[in-house]
């Protein structure tokens, strides 16, 4: 079955085309996506990939070289960003340090012509949406990283911003802050509908809060999707070795239809490979979690391996084993280890579920 792809909602942001270049550099190179009012959607990639040179672009930053952006039907391409609507939050928490907390959430909401007293409403009803209503008066040298952040994200989304924009926003707090503040953003980006572009290196938050996921590698999108799709059907061998962890293996294609071989002449049944010629080679990969051993792997096809490393990790062990040239890890629950048979220096037998190997041409 096939996994849901974008949400229904009518599309908010256009990126057709964009390419920006810094001198002969290439940054990007034509990019064109979809984002659809709501969602929430993250850049993932390397450093130096690209995605904060797109979110920038967005943003009015640092406008394309060429193509075109469209948000809420307006082309905004060559609009600067005070003329634009969306809010932002840097990985720097970027705060004005001789500000007090509320002055920092107010700034852009004076001149609005609103009132001191209307304004002071909104920034405490701001304060209290991001979970810090008792420190209005503070400096922000006197609060956490985390509780920095969340005051930039206040302010932010002072002016109800049609889009929202993260730029790495949760990378220099701790991981157990980082963890809460994720999942708080995912569930005001939720209730408050706004449309959200995250950028972030770290797959596991992209995979935590994003409705869809944008890979991207040297200036180019790699692949688009939910996370399912992204770390179960990955479009390109980038994607497959850049999300999640996996193995990855060369092989040829043998007979029958769907067999692979590799170069130590380890034959392996795949899927979905009726159209590529014997003798092609592909690139395989395989996710620790899929890979069966011991009992389990001997009501399958299976090889005999050799155990070289345990490794206890907590709720799983990482088994490693040989096939071969073939350095494998099973991803296996804690307790099993034994029940498996896994010692290091025994023979076990290994599978390698047809369905679970991830093929490239
Ligand atoms: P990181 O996570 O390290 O910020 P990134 O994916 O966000 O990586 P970008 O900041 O978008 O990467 O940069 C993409 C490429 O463009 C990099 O190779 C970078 O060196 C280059 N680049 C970015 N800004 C400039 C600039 N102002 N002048 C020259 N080159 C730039």
Not at 62 to 72: A, C, E, L, N, R
């Amino acid at each position: 079955a096939e996994a849901p792809t974008a949400p229904t909602a009518p599309p908010y942001l256009v990126i057709q085309q964009v390419a920006k270049s810094f001198g002969t550099f290439a940054a990007l190179h034509r990019v064109s996506l979809t984002i659809t009012q709501g969602e929430f959607v993250a850049f993932l990639g390397p450093s130096g990939c690209g995605k904060t040179t797109l979110l920038r672009a967005i943003a009015g930053l640092d406008p394309p070289t060429t193509g075109s952006i469209t948000q809420g039907g307006r082309d905004i391409t060559g609009l600067p960003p005070e003329m634009r609507d969306f809010g932002i939050v840097f990985q720097s928490y970027a705060l004005f340090p001789n500000l007090s907390v509320a002055q920092n959430v107010g700034y852009g909401l004076r001149g609005g012509g609103w009132t001191r007293a209307r304004v002071a409403e909104r920034v405490a009803e701001l304060l209290t949406t991001v979970g810090l209503p008792e420190q209005a008066q503070k400096y922000p040298a006197q609060l956490s990283g985390g509780q920095q952040q969340r005051v930039a994200l206040a302010r932010a989304l002072a002016n109800e911003p049609g889009l929202l924009l993260l730029d790495e926003p949760l990378s220099a707090l701790d991981a157990i802050v980082r963890i809460n503040l994720r999942q708080e953003l995912r569930s005001l980006q939720r209730r408050l509908g706004v449309t959200t572009i995250m950028v972030t290196h770290d797959q596991e938050e992209a995979m935590s809060v994003s409705d869809r996921i944008v890979v991207m590698s040297q200036g180019r999108i790699e692949q688009v999707g939910t996370p399912e799709d992204i770390y179960r059907r990955p479009a390109t061998p980038f994607v497959a070795g850049f999300v999640g962890r996996s193995a990855h293996f060369d092989a040829k294609i043998d007979t029958p239809a769907n067999m692979l071989i590799t170069p130590d002449g380890l034959r392996l049944e795949a899927r979905g490979l009726a159209h590529l010629l014997y003798g092609a080679r592909v690139e395989v990969f395989i996710r620790p979690e899929d890979v069966r051993i011991g009992p389990e792997a001997l009501v399958m096809r299976h090889h005999q391996g050799v155990v070289t490393h345990v490794e206890f990790m907590g709720a799983l062990s990482r088994v490693s084993v040989e096939l071969g040239r073939l350095r494998l890890d099973a991803d296996v629950p804690a307790g099993m280890v034994t029940a498996l048979g896994a010692f290091v220096g025994s023979a076990i037998p290994v599978a390698l579920p047809p369905e679970a190997l991830m093929v490239f041409p």
